[in-house]
């Protein structure tokens, strides 16, 4: 199996490249070391940064190739490249305080008119994550083998979707992980992101691979579906780490 034609790879976090919450493993860190080396890499995610520098930038060696790494949380509503030795934010679409209260009233509203409150919650429901709100029907921190019997259909979240939605019609409402709805501004969803990453970087859509769990429609990575790029649908993170030591192999 060869590297991939595009100039570009970009990875799903949760359920493509580790577990949810959790960090990248060791085998992990070394295949996208040698990735690094060869390709450049983006990392998309609607996790906020300290997710990301907990899951993935500490897992690093130092001496990798991170300037060919570009990380996105937020759903891509932000923009991390390392320069001169250090993490840069390039960009972030922060709310205003007015737009949070607003979105966090409607969601509270909304949340408690369809889910009960879980007999135990794991840590924080709703996070401000700066350019997206989430809300984590478990808690932010909720193991995961809960969070996978929790909502199988993502009928619990459809309910109050259902609500929510046409009470925050000027934004982006659409869920997120096993647990989750993530709330951005208008139009700012992962194809937002892939596409900032592609102008930032002055590539074609066309020269981006886009690997990860949840390509299905109804899926948070549908968007890159949508764009038409050129797509791999994985398991899980073993899936990847074999995908990825075949095009390295």
């Given at each position: 199996m060869a590297l991939p034609t595009e100039s570009l790879i970009m990875f799903d976090l949760d359920g493509t490249l580790a577990e949810s919450k959790m960090p990248i493993t060791k085998e992990m860190s070394k295949a996208l070391a040698l990735l690094f080396a060869k390709k450049r890499v983006a990392i998309i995610s609607g996790g906020a940064w300290q997710q990301f520098q907990?899951?993935?930038?500490?897992?690093?060696s130092s001496d990798s190739a991170l300037e060919n790494l570009f990380l996105m949380?937020?759903?891509?509503?932000?923009?991390?490249?390392?320069k001169e030795n250090m993490w840069k934010n390039e960009y972030e679409e922060k709310f205003t305080p007015e737009e949070k209260e607003t979105i966090i009233k409607a969601l509270r509203q909304a949340?408690?008119?369809n889910l009960p409150i879980p007999e135990q919650v794991y840590g924080e429901r709703i996070e401000d994550r700066g350019s997206q709100i989430t809300f984590s029907a478990l808690g932010q921190e909720a193991p995961l083998a809960v969070k996978e019997t929790w909502d199988k259909d993502q009928?619990?979240?459809?309910?109050?979707?259902?609500?929510?939605?046409?009470a925050l019609l000027q934004y982006e409402v659409r869920m997120g992980g096993t647990t989750s709805i993530d709330i951005t501004k208008k139009g700012e969803d992962k194809s937002y992101g892939i596409k900032k990453l592609a102008a930032y970087l002055m590539i074609p859509l066309a020269d981006i691979l886009y690997v990860g769990d949840a390509l299905y429609e109804g899926g948070n990575d549908y968007a890159a579906k949508e764009l038409g790029l050129h797509c791999i649908q994985v398991k899980n993170e073993k899936e990847t780490l074999s995908l990825i030591n075949g095009w390295l192999a």
């Open positions: 907990k899951e993935v930038v500490t897992q690093l949380p937020a759903s891509g509503t932000c923009l991390y490249d390392r949340v408690e008119n009928a619990k979240r459809k309910l109050v979707l259902k609500e929510l939605t046409p």
